[in-house]
């Protein structure tokens, strides 16, 4: 089962997404939040796989809740609601960890295949707003060091990259590659090192927006 936690300050739309979900046979929505401060309490205490976080709510908005539970648990999935397309939040909520974004007049069946997609590693993450979102990831960076747009990437590395983006594990990769999954993390540790980047989300950000 896939344990969803909604938080949004209206109780319509947490009613509304509770019950969606929960005619999902692989879905089970184990709690809801109205803020993001109690959003923070109950991801810490019930672990979820995934969770719906509103951007603009009360107490604590949905940008700083994402930035304090992925700070303890780093691998849940944030999918981040709104009902405009607000850039800048977006951006900040993306660059603490979100998983990406959706609106909140999208069709169910987009949120649910959401929902499955995100625990798979894939962004939700349009092309505009993915330039911006490492234009904010860099700017510390390009302080430092001169952007090197020539990446020089080996054929190989191109073809590893290329699903990376895509969202695909190290599994998926040496499966459709015909390679080890030793072999591809050979392959992903040099990629990193060439791109100056560790993490797999901002590596497949930055590789997205430069190839």
């Known amino acids: 089962m896939i344990?969803?936690?909604i938080a949004d300050d209206q109780t319509l739309m947490r009613d509304g997404l509770k019950t969606i979900l929960d005619l999902e046979d692989d879905i089970e929505v184990i709690a809801t939040a109205e803020n993001g401060e109690i959003a923070f309490k109950r991801a810490s205490e019930l672990n979820p796989d995934v969770i719906l976080m509103d951007i603009r709510m009360p107490i604590m908005n949905g940008v700083d809740s994402v930035k304090k539970i992925k700070s303890i648990l780093p691998k849940v999935s944030v999918i981040m609601?709104?009902?405009?397309?607000d850039d800048e939040y977006i951006i900040e909520a993306l660059s603490n960890g979100a998983?990406?974004?959706l609106l909140k007049d999208m069709p169910a069946e987009k949120l649910i295949e959401a929902i499955r997609d995100s625990l798979k590693g894939q962004l939700f993450i349009p092309t505009n707003i993915a330039a911006k979102l490492i234009s904010r990831l860099y700017e510390k960076e390009t302080s430092k060091k001169t952007f090197k747009k020539d990446l020089d990437l080996s054929e190989r590395e191109l073809q590893v990259s290329s699903?990376?983006?895509e969202g695909y594990n190290n599994k998926q990769i040496s499966s459709k590659l015909f390679i080890s999954e030793g072999t591809v993390k050979n392959y992903i540790s040099?990629?990193?090192?060439?791109?100056?980047?560790?993490?797999r989300t901002k590596a497949a950000l930055f590789l997205k927006a430069n190839l």
């Open 3 to 5: 344990k969803v936690l």
């Open 81 to 85: 609601l709104t009902t405009f397309d």
């Open 99 to 101: 998983s990406g974004y």
């Open 163 to 165: 699903l990376l983006i």
């Open 190 to 199: 040099n990629i990193y090192s060439k791109i100056g980047i560790s993490d």
